[in-house]
């Protein structure tokens, strides 16, 4: 479905009691029909903890989003991706599942990594080690019901590492567009399943 008429196209609003950023998704992500110049997605962080202090997923308020992403998954020692809390997205996930239900044009990614995240460059460093990677983190997305991936890699620490990064995002682009033509009840609604990174703002890096 379309986003709803009341949301203005551009600048929309992100809702957060955690941190929202910009992001921009990947080249071979645009579509002719897809909303190219929505651009803030929301990422939530620790959402279980803010329940005390009456933030819940429930209250989001879904008619003025666009994008939603939950923070976050993890990358493990072996290199897959697993879940970053397992009692939280116990509660999370079946909230987002009703959050979806009420607002079918939010698309929710799944965020990998954040600050202090470990593994990134064990699962970036060769060709097997990225497809391994790619495929559980798209089975993981599939598994929880999610519209795409968000790469949320702090920061890769050289020349060899970001030409990894480039490499595993390109594989992760391949595992998605993969997955595209078996999900059919998901081709009725989405144009292409996301896939976005974080990226670090050059005037914070100075």
């Known amino acids: 479905r379309d986003v709803p008429n009341n949301v203005p196209r551009r600048n929309r609003v992100a809702y957060s009691n955690g941190h929202c950023h910009s992001h921009r998704n990947t080249a071979s992500n645009a579509h002719p029909n897809s909303h190219a110049d929505i651009s803030v997605d929301c990422v939530l962080g620790g959402v279980e903890h803010r329940a005390q202090r009456g933030y819940r997923l429930a209250n989001l308020p879904g008619d003025k989003l666009t994008h939603l992403n939950y923070a976050f998954a993890a990358v493990s020692p072996a290199g897959e991706c697993v879940s970053g809390d397992a009692n939280a997205d116990a509660r999370n996930l079946l909230a987002l599942a009703k959050l979806k239900q009420r ?60 030409q990894n990064y480039a490499a595993l995002l390109a594989e992760l682009r391949a595992q998605l567009d993969s997955q595209e033509g078996r999900l059919a009840e998901w081709k009725q609604k989405l144009n292409k399943l996301h896939l976005t990174i974080a990226k670090e703002d050059p005037k914070e890096a100075k």
Do not use: Y
Not at 107 to 125: D, E, K, T, Y
């Open 103 to 162: 607002f079918p044009h939010l698309r929710i990614s799944i965020s990998l990594g954040g600050a202090g995240a470990q593994n990134f460059a064990r699962a970036a460093q060769n060709a097997e080690t990225r497809q391994k990677f790619a495929q559980s983190c798209v089975a993981w997305m599939r598994q929880n019901r999610f519209d795409g991936i968000d790469v949320d890699w702090e920061f890769p620490k050289n020349d060899g590492e970001k």
